[in-house]
């Protein structure tokens, strides 16, 4: 984790990073209160229609928006819950690979795609016979 911290603050300064670090926590904190807001305000205009419930307030807000976070955080919503590293490995490198099983689909299709399609399409007219 050293050398990810050295690669990437290699040549600033040490106001500019710490000038980061409060950028980023006033970030983190705004959307905190954002998301806080906007949970209350769609819940107070819903639920008390729709379901007949009570409104809430902010902080209740911010403590569902934070239980929902746990219940369904992570990658995959639901998962097994398991926050070993070989699960986060996943969650980060799995969406890559799957990407780049469709790098060369334009090619292949120009190439062969057709041709594919054609005997498909006589197989699928000789099982009808």
Known sequence: MSNYFKHKFRGKSPG????????GGIFITGLAILFGFIIMWLWNW????IFGLTT????EAAGIFIL????????????????????KHYCNE???REFSKWKHYDSFW??????AYEEYLERINKEDI
Not at 16 to 23: K, L, P
Not at 110 to 115: D, I, Q, R, S, T
């Open 46 to 49: 819903l639920m008390p229609m």
């Open 68 to 87: 929902f976070k746990i219940l369904l955080g992570g990658c995959n919503f639901g998962g097994d819950g398991n926050s070993s590293k070989k699960s």
């Open 110 to 115: 120009k190439e062969e795609g057709n041709k």
């Open 16 to 23: 500019e990073i710490i000038g980061m670090i409060i950028f």
């Open 56 to 59: 809430l307030t902010f902080w």
């Open 94 to 96: 799995g969406g890559k």
